[in-house]
């Protein structure tokens, strides 16, 4: 049986975490003195004088009502971001361990593997974009803890096979990390249901994309309860700040915006999908499932640098691997995806 201790380090199995005052003393009472708070208030009308809640039990509580997935198997990061840096500490001894990626994916992984002072495997995607399965199980070794798994994945805007990722996750000695930043515009449903068969399953979502909230800087894991219980552990004692939980919890009052710019984030993806089409710049356009699209261009920087000149701003993807001369577009608003047209029929004279 798999046993998520087996494979964390040695320092993490034995820490003794931060107890906060807020950990302490947990009942009903009217006078705080415990944690050196101001108690005169602060210049803001509500309680942020107040260290806030360590564990987010209130909006977690909210998150699970919404997601199906019970408060103790949810970790609340600083972005996704966090909870990125924080399975790496878990998990990966410096040095020692190392992870699996898949490029062309998301560029953190790569990042917080070099922070940690990690190796990182690459397993390139196939050229269909697709996870080159039999190869990432050759190069996974017993140091292999983390296998990152981006779908829909960025830049290439698809979503990996069901299949394939649950083989990877039968087979995968160590983490599966699968990040759903891009799920809600996805055909595909969330691997959260497979968290109920795996133990070795930790699922990342984010409230910075169809949320709209990347300003607030929320994540979400969804993982078996011990990994939350050392993920919340490791993490600084008030990661999730006050305002961010109170806006969060505002949200998910208002479901509704979000499902409804889900619905026209995707018709406008299709619009802009069919125009680019007719313009002669585009080589080809790659399927979409989330809320960007990847296209190869003629002039990859030359398009990029024009379109920069009028004010209007891309992603240039073109020295990435398997994406050489390729364009990443964000979604925008209709008139947004206008101007970007009529720029590039421009172009072409
Ligand atoms: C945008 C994005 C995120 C979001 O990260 P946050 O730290 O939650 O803002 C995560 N993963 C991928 C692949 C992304 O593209």
Redesign the pocket.
């Known amino acids: 049986m798999f046993d998520v201790e087996n494979i964390m380090r040695e320092n993490i199995l034995r820490l003794k975490p931060y107890s906060s005052a807020r950990d302490e003393f947990k009942g009903d009472a009217s006078v705080f003195l415990d944690a050196n708070e101001n108690s005169y208030g602060s210049p803001l009308p509500e309680s942020y004088n107040r260290y806030p809640d360590p564990l987010q039990k209130e909006l977690k509580e909210k998150i699970s009502s919404i997601k199906g997935v019970p408060h103790q198997n949810i970790f609340l990061?600083?972005?996704?971001?966090?909870?990125?840096d924080v399975l790496f500490r878990i998990f990966c001894e410096p040095k020692t361990d190392n992870v699996i990626i898949c490029p062309p994916?998301?560029g953190?992984y790569e990042v917080s593997a070099n922070i940690n002072d990690v190796e990182v495997r690459k397993v390139n995607l196939l050229p269909s974009f697709d996870l080159d399965v039999e190869r990432i199980l050759e190069s996974c070794g017993e140091h292999s803890k983390l296998l990152f798994i981006?779908s829909p994945?960025?830049p290439t805007a698809n979503s990996f096979h069901a299949e394939d990722m649950e083989l990877l996750i039968q087979k995968f000695p160590g983490i599966v990390v699968i990040?759903e930043?891009?799920i809600n515009y996805s055909k595909q449903k969330s691997a959260i249901r497979f968290l109920t068969e795996y133990e070795n399953l930790v699922v990342?979502q984010?409230?910075?994309?169809a949320w709209g909230l990347?300003a607030i800087?929320?994540?979400m894991a969804f993982a078996p309860q011990i990994i939350t219980e050392y993920m919340n552990k490791v993490k600084p004692p008030y990661n999730i700040n006050l305002a961010t939980q109170q806006f969060a919890m505002k949200a998910l009052d208002n479901i509704d915006w979000v499902n409804r710019h889900i619905l026209e984030t995707i018709e406008e993806r299709k619009k802009l999908e069919q125009q680019l089409i007719t313009t002669s710049l585009i080589e080809k356009m790659y399927p979409s499932d989330a809320n960007f699209i990847l296209v190869k261009v003629k002039d990859a920087q030359g398009i990029y640098n024009y379109l920069v000149s009028l004010g209007i701003i891309v992603r240039d993807r073109s020295r990435i691997i398997l994406c050489e001369d390729c364009l990443r577009i964000t979604i925008g608003t209709e008139s947004e995806n206008r101007a970007l047209l009529t720029a590039l029929n421009k172009f072409e004279l």
């Open positions: 990061g600083n972005g996704s971001d966090e909870a990125i994916t998301y953190m981006c994945n960025n990040d930043a891009y990342l984010t409230f910075s994309k990347a800087r929320l994540g």
